[in-house]
């Protein structure tokens, strides 16, 4: 727990700011905080909260000094996107405890302000093709295992079930309708630019995969960059890709099929 | 907003595409920025849109378009011809409208001030009707009042409703017969006197042979008691004359002694003055002679300041005065030169101080 002298936050707003400088995330938008704020759970962070500001305190003041303040839950995510399974997006949140305390010793009274993580990180798996639905506002293509008050259980085909908080999925939709998933994501700060070309990636790919006409890898002709994409279709790196292409290219031939070369790499991969 | 990727995030963004849309291409890319692109210029947008709504509402085909825009350019320039005509036939209709709505107005102007002039009436009405209920409560209350006057007079004349009735039914009774109520009254009264006047009557009837010879006898004795009171009359009203004319010359007598008594008052008044005027200034006629002997009288007073302060505190000790014949140079009290005249003596004179004054007795 950091503790700095002051009174640096007043209200939500000023609180978020603090816990993102402090989390090495600044250029993150306050609108991120308040999409994943149903993430937190306060009830249970209470006592958490008390044990840590007092701990706070007696470590720079003289022991029980009698303190009052006001204190806000702050998530702070960190967003990353899995090819692995199912495509998704993984937004891992941890809570930041922004606490303004008035403090009394026997002899003189303090005003400080406390930032610290508190608490267990949370992880929402968003899958890209509820993230789609979710654009499309069609959550009605997945069924409901099971729904609370405050979080729904949603069947993805080919996955494991997905819990999200009500509150998340409401508020997403709603932001959806005003923002692109570009502009969405950027409100993520610096660490949204490696994620960004992923998504859109796949939300595009999604997209057209209702709408393209699959042609037969049989039908397809044998070159490499059409070996790499299909194999990176299966959810091979492009690096090893290119290196399993390139390695069964001897044995690749002008006259073969995307069907048939696409084999032969793996024969080779798996011969090695 | 900046949406465009660099070419590696743009390799990146095709290569993940392509693991649900294998097909996916950058060209494929390049045509959604393109209609991104064109999405934000409206007029595309409203091409589309009008194009769409074409088909969806006519339901001609994108490829008809233009043959079925030549066709409504026609149809719309036969229909701006008809324009024309129904543009006049508007006017026309606004201009009977705007008559009707004119003629409308009037009539609720006219309604709303026949309107008014029946509230005025209705307000007259009422508040006539409040006067004539007001003076009926008055004639009641006047004809009660009338009521209680002729009752208070019937009382005050101690007769009844029903004496008056029979009074009236005599008054009509005696009319009938050619007689007045006055001529009756009269009557009575010359009969009243008598106790027996139909006896009187019937004996000067005997006497006199007849009513007009009593009549006259009457009035000749009459005319001689007339004569008789007028001759009482003058000689008690010379009688009064003399009174009168000894009570005027007694009158005249008094307020002649009374202006000889105040003569005699003022005369003795007079001789008081002159009495005590003698007694008081006798004794100095001596000197007042001695004085008026002087050419000229000067009154003089010495100003020495400690006879002045002296005279402050002790009248006796004060400044000297006196009476020269000739201007004089010295105080004779004390010897300084200091005098002045005495303002005092000559202000009971009515003399201007200095002057120089001759005493001149009467004669």
């Known amino acids: ?272 | 907003m900046n949406y465009e990727f660099t070419l590696d995030e743009l390799k990146e963004v095709i290569r993940t595409a392509r693991v649900f849309c294998p097909s996916f291409g950058e060209s494929q890319y390049r045509d959604l920025m393109t209609l991104g692109k064109r999405l934000t210029d409206s007029g595309y947008l409203e091409a589309v849109h009008l194009i769409v709504r074409l088909e969806r509402e006519k339901g001609i085909p994108p490829a008809r378009a233009l043959d079925a825009c030549d066709q409504l350019l026609a149809v719309k320039e036969q229909l701006e011809g008809e324009l024309g005509d129904l543009k006049q036939k508007l006017a026309a209709q606004q201009n009977a409208n705007r008559e009707a709505e004119r003629r409308f107005h009037q009539l609720n102007q006219d309604i709303e001030k026949a309107r008014q002039e029946l509230q005025t009436i209705r307000a007259e009405r009422q508040r006539e009707e409040k006067e004539l209920l007001a003076f009926k409560k008055k004639a009641e209350s006047q004809r009660q009042r009338i009521d209680e006057d002729v009752a208070q007079c019937r009382d005050k004349a101690r007769v009844t409703e029903e004496q008056v009735a029979t009074a009236g039914q005599l008054i009509t009774e005696v009319e009938s017969r050619g007689f007045t109520l006055t001529l009756l009254l009269d009557l009575c009264q010359e009969f009243a006197g008598h106790e027996n006047a139909r006896e009187e009557l019937s004996r000067a009837l005997i006497e006199r042979h007849t009513l007009s010879n009593y009549i006259a006898n009457l009035k000749e004795e009459g005319e001689i008691q007339k004569k008789a009171l007028k001759l009482d009359s003058d000689r008690l009203k010379s009688e009064k004359d003399r009174s009168q004319a000894e009570v005027n010359s007694l009158e005249e007598a008094r307020c002649q002694l009374q202006s000889a008594l105040l003569q005699l008052q003022a005369d003795a008044g007079e001789q008081e003055q002159l009495r005590e005027f003698y007694r008081r200034y006798h004794g100095v006629s001596g000197l007042m002679e001695c004085l008026a002997s002087w050419e000229q009288i000067f009154f003089l007073r010495c100003n020495n300041p400690v006879s002045a302060l002296a005279g402050v505190l002790n009248r006796s000790a004060g400044p000297a005065r006196f009476w020269m014949d000739k201007p004089a140079t010295r105080c004779p009290h004390c010897g300084l030169t200091m005098l002045i005249y005495d303002e005092e003596a000559y202000k009971v004179l009515n003399c201007s101080v200095g002057t120089p004054l001759r005493l001149q007795l009467g004669g």
Request: hydrophobic share 40%; with cysteine.
């Open chain 1, 1 to 272: 727990m950091k503790i700095s002298p002051g009174k640096r936050a007043v209200s939500s707003k000023q609180a978020t700011g603090l816990a993102f400088q402090d989390a090495g995330v600044g250029d993150m938008s306050a609108a991120v905080a308040d999409l994943l704020v149903s993430l937190v759970d306060a009830t249970k962070l209470r006592t958490e909260a008390e044990r840590s500001i007092v701990a706070a305190i007696r470590g720079k003041y003289a022991a029980k000094p009698t303190w009052h303040g006001k204190w806000w839950y702050v998530p702070v995510p960190t967003l990353s996107y899995e090819a692995r399974d199912i495509p998704h997006l993984k937004i891992e949140s941890k809570t930041c405890l922004v606490a303004v305390v008035e403090i009394e010793t026997t002899d003189d009274s303090h005003s400080v302000t406390i930032v610290g993580t508190i608490g267990k990180a949370e992880t929402l798996i968003v899958p890209m093709v509820f993230l789609q639905a979710i654009m499309d506002d069609d959550l009605g293509r997945f069924s409901m295992l099971s729904r609370s008050s405050s979080h729904t259980t949603w069947e993805i085909p080919g996955a494991k079930p997905v819990q999200f908080p009500n509150d998340f999925v409401n508020k997403l939709t709603e932001i959806f309708k005003r923002k692109s998933v570009w502009m969405w994501l950027s409100d993520f700060g610096r660490q949204s630019k490696s994620v960004t070309p992923l998504v859109v990636g796949s939300l595009l790919g999604l997209q057209f995969q209702a709408t393209a006409r699959p042609v037969p890898l049989a039908q397809q002709s044998c070159t490499p960059e059409n070996l790499v994409a299909t194999l990176e279709a299966m959810a091979y790196p492009t690096q090893e890709a290119r290196e399993m292409v390139r390695r069964a290219s001897p044995n690749l031939r002008a006259d073969h099929t995307l069907e048939e070369g696409v084999r032969i790499v793996l024969r080779h991969a798996k011969g090695e």
